[in-house]
């Protein structure tokens, strides 16, 4: 499968905690995305980190890639109840048929206590 | 707001109706997208067109029938769907399918659909 996997599945934190989430996926890649889901809507795209790149940053979103263990995490800090949330990462391949199609996780449920 | 739009938010259909799901987006973009995302699943790509044509039929059974007019509107067309056809219907749009910059894509609301 070219879908990525993210892990946990699921985490539940307190406000001002920083958040963690991890992704694994299988075959090589263009770039890696990372989006969020709030409950019942669409998804909304946070960062696109190149397989060139090692770490980027969004305001308190921190990404990083390592494509030889092809594993991406994101990291957010000083969380917030609004960060409540799933949040998925996917992943384009760079060759083949599927240039350009985006590969989804099942997500990890981010749950986040005032 | 993303820029994608959808309607309905919410469908609720028989087993025999014929239904349409519409998107819009509003970014100038070439490339749109239909998911399907259903309970503890990853999400399922379903169609893709880029520059109106279709390059993507992800082996979608035949009562799902898209339609691209223009760059700008995406439509599918339901009918004799079954009730595991429940689920959210989303729509995305990106620059191109290969836009050589990263695909990143933007999504509509969705459409809740359920069969019954």
């Known amino acids: 499968s070219q879908q990525g996997e993210e892990d946990p599945q699921a985490l539940s934190i307190q406000e001002g905690e920083n958040a963690t989430m991890n992704c694994s996926y299988k075959?090589?890649?263009?770039?890696l995305q990372w989006y969020r889901q709030n409950s019942g809507r669409g998804l909304v795209h946070l960062i696109l980190?190149?397989?060139?790149?090692r770490e980027k940053h969004s305001g308190r979103l921190r990404v990083t890639l390592d494509t030889s263990k092809k594993s991406s995490s994101l990291l957010i800090t000083a969380s917030r109840a609004a960060d409540t949330a799933s949040y998925f990462c996917?992943?384009?391949?760079?060759?083949?048929?599927?240039?350009?199609?985006?590969?989804f996780g099942r997500g990890t449920q981010l749950t986040v206590w005032p | 707001e993303t820029g994608v739009t959808q309607t309905p938010r919410h469908l609720v259909m028989g087993m025999t109706n014929k239904k349409s799901l519409k998107c819009e987006q509003h970014?100038?973009?070439?490339?749109m997208y239909w998911y399907k995302q259903s309970a503890k699943k990853p999400l399922e790509l379903m169609f893709v067109?880029?520059?109106?044509?279709?390059?993507e039929n992800n082996s979608v059974p035949s009562r799902f029938s898209p339609e691209c007019p223009n760059s700008s509107h995406l439509f599918l067309h339901l009918h004799t769907l079954q009730p595991e056809d429940s689920a959210l219907y989303l729509c995305?749009?990106?620059?191109?399918?290969?836009?050589?910059?990263?695909?990143?894509?933007?999504f509509g609301p969705g459409t809740r659909l359920t069969v019954l």
């Open positions: 970014l100038g973009h070439n490339a």
């Open positions: 067109y880029n520059f109106k044509e279709q390059t």
């Open positions: 980190i190149r397989s060139n790149e």
């Open positions: 996917a992943t384009e391949p760079d060759r083949g048929s599927t240039l350009g199609r985006l590969y």
């Open positions: 075959t090589s890649i263009n770039n």
């Open positions: 995305a749009s990106s620059l191109s399918r290969t836009s050589g910059r990263g695909n990143e894509q933007f």
